[in-house]
């Protein structure tokens, strides 16, 4: 059972990157998803979320540029993030929150905003 992050890489600012989140081992479509970030001296913060059911929320700094959506058939779970900022680099871990409350962390991915 694991969650692979996939999609970080260097991109200027204003510009746009997908993550991916593939889950495997088991079926994650009741698991509420999470994309999380953090940089050095600085403690992960949530950005953005969605339930089993479809209902997201994000981030203040991120509302508006960000989408969090899954794909149910390809277990997987995506972040669009546009209009890209330098304060967004950082690096992006996804998780996964069982109804039994057991939680699934992935690896991160680096996102590098240049300006």
């Known amino acids: 059972v694991q969650l692979q992050a996939s999609g970080g890489g260097l991109v200027q600012a204003g510009g746009s990157l997908r993550l991916s989140c593939a889950a495997s081992?088991?079926?994650?479509?009741?698991?509420?998803m999470g994309w999380y970030r953090q940089t050095p001296g600085k403690q992960r913060e949530l950005v953005a979320a969605?339930?089993?059911?479809?209902?997201?929320n994000y981030a203040d700094s991120v509302k508006g540029r960000f989408t969090i959506s899954r794909d149910s058939a390809k277990n997987t779970v995506y972040l669009q993030m546009n209009s890209l900022k330098p304060e967004d680099t950082a690096v992006y871990s996804c998780?996964?929150?069982?109804?039994?409350?057991?939680?699934?962390w992935g690896q991160g991915t680096l996102v590098t905003v240049s300006s």
């Open positions: 998780n996964a929150v069982g109804n039994q409350g057991d939680i699934l």
């Open positions: 081992g088991r079926n994650f479509s009741s698991y509420d």
């Open positions: 969605i339930t089993s059911g479809g209902s997201t």
